[in-house]
T-cell receptor, first 114, second 110 residues
């Protein structure tokens, strides 16, 4: 079974802190994604990566950056956390291939910024 | 930007009844997928339907796709309390950049 693991289920950080959310997948997938999920807004794409060291902005990249130094790991960085970044963060991975395929999600990280 | 919009936003039914939820999207797609999310957890893939397919079944799930109306529906037959979850549609234009809708919250009462 594909496994996507996010480093924390729950996280509480202070305003202004630099926050790292880590995501690791064990199935050699090329594509990895970070979403945030808020009530009434569904999932919104923050950043995605097609390969090591490659990244592209999603719909709401402001206030975030990412790092993909190794294929299995995709990190989301909040440079200076703010209260409006309190949210559920979901990581996903998708293999590259000729056939359309499903996204595999981590269990989510619920981040609270106080 | 959100491509998919599900309706209803919330649905409450009795165990054994069928649940139907709908998804509308705005642009052409390669495929459409449905996902389920239990409270406070990640999403789990349920079923994928390609743009050249009109209907697909998987167990108690039936998905239809109407590309002329840019809409899809998910039917869960003989619902169970364990089906209580949020359900999301996701569309893909072939770029792996899946766009998710806002979800339907389903509650199945025992």
């Amino acid at each position: 079974d594909v496994k996507v693991t996010q480093s924390s289920r729950y996280l509480v950080k202070r305003t202004g802190e630099k926050v790292f959310l880590e995501c690791v997948q064990d199935m050699d997938h090329e594509n990895m994604f970070w979403y945030r999920q808020d009530p009434g807004l569904g999932l919104r794409l923050i950043y995605f990566s097609y390969d090591v060291k490659m990244k592209e902005k999603g719909d709401i990249p402001e206030g975030y950056s990412v790092s993909r130094e190794k294929k299995e790991r995709f990190s989301l960085i909040l440079e200076s956390a703010s209260t409006n970044q309190t949210s559920m963060y979901l990581c996903a991975s998708i293999p590259r291939g000729l056939e359309n395929t499903e996204a595999f999600f981590g269990q989510g990280t619920r981040l609270t910024v106080v | 930007s959100q491509q998919g919009e599900e309706d209803p936003q919330a649905l409450s039914i009795q165990e054994g009844e069928n649940a139907t939820m709908n998804c509308s999207y705005k642009t052409s797609i390669n495929n459409l997928q449905w996902y389920r999310q239990n409270s406070g957890r990640g999403l789990v893939h349920l079923i994928l339907i390609r743009s050249n397919e009109r209907e697909k079944h998987s167990g108690r799930l039936r998905v239809t796709l109407d590309t002329s109306k840019k809409s899809s529906s998910l039917l869960i037959t003989a619902s169970r309390a364990a089906d209580t979850a949020s359900y999301f549609c996701a569309t893909d234009k072939g770029t792996y950049k899946y766009i998710f809708g806002t979800g339907t919250r389903l509650k199945v009462l025992a």
